[in-house]
């Protein structure tokens, strides 16, 4: 108490004094993290499992290799494996992981984190994304792997299928066409500065969608991102109704023995049917069909099939005829002239078109053409039924749920499908909606077909 009158005696002995102390806590007040400011985004979906032991968050951005710059094919791309890179390195110690998946129009970035660190690691996660400085020895690393890849490709007749087959579906001059890993003369003009600037165009938070999935409440992802919030998933379980408390000196009764309420039911409420609309596929990138045959001296033909379908037809029924179309050209066990087969539903120039792409024999290729062409015409005409639709439906239900078990794919399709129709399929309920009838009537109404064929066009089979 002396020592303090002193000082304040002396005016330049306070000054002393305290003048360390002011330092001290300017410095402190530098070095302490930044509170983070919650993200603004589009879309913000919640998966609350409280029992799962990671948590997995997917954003999903609107852009990707359509918006390469002029000569610079796959800076999207090969921003993606530097990320991806450095994102690896900074979540090492918090054993969490970055992957990053780029396509024609979407960049999605997907983290998955311990439960007890997600938040750390989401927010190293925004700081690699938000516009730091790139990592110059990531972007060389990523750089020179990928120029390897598209060194070891270039010639590939697979790689030349898939150019061929973008630019018949998008048009030869579309920027969806371009590939979208990129060329190596493009790669060669992508220096950290290009990437950097390619991050602050392709990566809006105001346009992303985001999927958390894990023990993580609808409130608690708030905290980290603002914008619409919809909570996904089973309804969270009600409580119990708390007993009244007995009134002071009242004797405690026995509880009353509930009544019976009959059988227990495991199964969420069911949809009703859902249908097809009653005319074709409308906005359709095309409209008559047409078909082509590229001659090319390799050893295996690629054929690829495409349909326009309804955009406006339900998400999930769209989903079963991929699952039907799929199980019906793999059959089990494999048929040798097939040496792959994928279905899936693409969305071009804002249509929905199932697309078919197979690697046959070239003995085969015809006869393969032929029954992919027929399936979607066996569909229509007689579509599974009795005890083969029960079953086909229920493989499709368990194929889901299963998949969905995964936290970062359940994220990932969460997103996916809310781009796609601006909601997410409640697949236990919705599965029960699906009928012969509108497998049926969804066949009915798809778009005529293009078929691109590559392949040695002296060994097919006619």
């Known amino acids: ?227 619409p919030a919809e909570r996904v998933g089973p309804p969270p379980p009600v409580p119990p109704p708390a007993a009244a408390a007995p009134a002071p000196g009242d004797a405690a009764e026995p509880a009353p023995t509930p009544a019976p309420t009959g059988p227990r039911v495991l199964m969420e409420e069911r949809t009703g049917p859902l249908r097809a609309p009653s005319t074709s596929a409308t906005g359709s990138p095309w409209t008559s069909g047409d078909r082509r045959v590229i001659d090319q001296d390799v050893t295996s033909t690629w054929i690829m099939v495409a349909w326009p379908l309804p955009r406006e037809s339900p998400m999930i029924l769209r989903d079963f005829l991929v699952h039907l179309v799929d199980r019906a050209l793999n059959p089990s066990p494999p048929d040798p002239g097939v040496y792959r087969i994928d279905a899936e539903i693409r969305t071009i120039e804002d249509a929905s078109v199932l697309i078919v792409a197979a690697s046959v024999d070239p003995r085969t290729a015809y006869t393969w053409e032929d029954r992919i062409l027929g399936t979607l015409e066996s569909l229509e005409a007689a579509p599974p039924e009795g005890a083969f639709f029960e079953l086909a439906r229920r493989q499709y239900r368990a194929h889901r749920l299963l998949e969905h078990a995964v936290p970062e794919e359940r994220a990932r399709w969460m997103t996916r499908r809310h781009a796609e129709g601006g909601e997410v399929p409640r697949i236990p309920a919705q599965v029960w909606g699906l009928t012969r009838e509108g497998i049926s009537g969804l066949a009915a109404v798809r778009g005529e077909p293009r078929v691109l064929i590559f392949g040695p066009l002296s060994v097919m089979d006619r």
């Open 1 to 227: 108490m002396m020592s303090a009158l002193r000082a304040i005696r002396r005016p330049e002995r306070l000054v002393m004094t305290v003048l360390p102390f002011l330092l001290l806590l300017g410095w402190a007040a530098l070095l302490a993290p930044a509170a983070a400011e919650a993200q603004s985004v589009a879309q913000l979906l919640v998966h609350p499992r409280e029992h799962d032991a990671v948590v997995a968050i997917a954003a999903r951005f609107p852009a990707g290799a359509r918006d390469d710059p002029g000569e610079a094919d796959g800076a999207a791309f090969l921003l993606g494996r530097v990320l991806e890179e450095e994102g690896t390195r900074r979540l090492a110690e918090l054993s969490s992981r970055i992957s990053v998946e780029v396509d024609r129009s979407e960049f999605m970035v997907t983290m998955v984190a311990p439960a007890e660190d997600w938040e750390e690691a989401w927010r190293r996660v925004i700081e690699l994304l938000e516009g730091g400085p790139l990592s110059e020895s990531a972007v060389i690393s990523a750089r020179e792997r990928h120029r390897e890849r598209l060194l070891f490709e270039e010639g590939a007749p697979g790689r030349a299928f898939d150019i061929e087959q973008s630019r018949y579906l998008y048009g030869s001059n579309h920027p969806a066409a371009r590939p979208v890993a990129g060329t190596l003369g493009g790669i060669d003009r992508l220096d950290r500065s290009a990437l950097e600037s390619q991050r602050s165009t392709l990566l809006r938070w105001e346009e992303a969608v985001i999927g958390v999935v894990g023990p993580v409440s609808l409130e608690e992802a708030g905290a980290t991102f603002r914008g």
